[in-house]
């Protein structure tokens, strides 16, 4: 592990999957554009990988028309064949009079929770009219009561207890989850770190992470890595409690919510100069309007990479650098969460930690 990891207590670390968000059931509701009002989308999403998409629109002499598409969800993009219906009359409403065509393919690729681009193809054509292909941009009419768009349930920075049954003791942990399904918890004594992913249904979330030690501490299993699951009640921006289970360990996990997660996130929020003194190294960063990220140390080290926005609605940020010239070189994935150095709210530190496959680096730098 590098010079920096009794910070260890200070930082958060993510790594893995980019997506900037994962569609679900609050992205349901209607959706149209304000300058096309009278035609628009009912999306209803029913699992984690499918939906139902109906397009309410017209053909090309005013007359109604109803598509119909079952689509699959691929990280913030919805992909569907399209049906076209005909044949059935009211008042009778007779399946077996109903036609069902192909009329072609839709997407939707999801900017936010409130704001989409439909892209369509048909290869459909009545009476000599084809409704082709086109792109139009989309934002939420109305949403399901009882939804929150935009935040991914049970996602936010906690702190609280792991405690041990089988070591009769707690260890104090900050844990981060995610917009991205992605947890990640360290120990406050400086002894572990947990990566891994997180999933929710109703009340319960459940955490799957591997746990990696440091240098003279291991697991109850004797080893230096093990895996935890965390299945826990959890209410959304309050708390996660419940057992734990890992490699010859059992115990509880109780978590609270921290509210810093609700600063909203930008790259000029977090863009400036920055500085850490740490057992004789000074490392100075500084990040640029656009993310990109410079910087050296005393102990030879320098670096170079980007920080990007996960999600502007809350405060944390994914990294990506190198490290040259010095024993901690390699390719770092991880994240930033911006606090206070000294009043609350006044944004001026930026608490970094990453790794590579092996290593890991942590820093708690301050604004100049």
Known sequence: MTRTMSLMFLLLLSIGSTDAFAIDGSYSGNWFNTA???????????SPTTAIIDWYVYDNTGKQVWLYAEGTITGNRIDAQVAITDGMQFGVF???????????????????????TMTWN????????????????????????????????????????????PRARSYQVIASLDERGQAHMIQLDGSAV??????????????????????????????????IT?????????????PYTGASDTGTASLAYLATYNR?????????????????????WTISSTGAIAGSDTASCQYAGNASVIDARFNSYALNFTISGCASSGTYDGVAVQTDALLYGDNKQILVGARTATVATLLGLIKQ
């Open 36 to 46: 096309q009002a009278g035609h628009g989308i009912v999306l209803e999403v029913n």
């Open 94 to 116: 007779d399946p077996t009079t109903l036609h069902q065509t192909l009329w072609g393919t839709l997407s939707l690729e999801f900017q936010s929770c409130n704001e989409a």
């Open 122 to 165: 048909s290869t459909y054509t009545a009476n000599g009219f084809s409704y082709g292909s086109g792109t139009l941009p989309l934002i939420r009419l109305s949403s399901i009561a009882g939804t929150q768009c935009g935040k991914r349930t049970a996602s936010g920075v906690y702190t609280g207890f792991i405690s041990s049954t």
């Open 194 to 227: 947990y990566d891994g992913t997180y999933t929710t249904n109703g009340s319960t979330t459940t955490l799957n992470l591997t746990g990696y030690s440091v240098k003279g501490f291991t697991f109850p299993n004797g080893g230096t890595t093990s895996p």
């Open 230 to 242: 965390v299945t826990g009640n959890f209410l959304d921006r309050d708390f996660i409690t419940g």
């Open 264 to 284: 909203g996130g930008t790259l000029a929020q977090i863009a400036g100069t920055y500085k850490q003194i740490f057992s004789g190294v000074t490392t100075t």
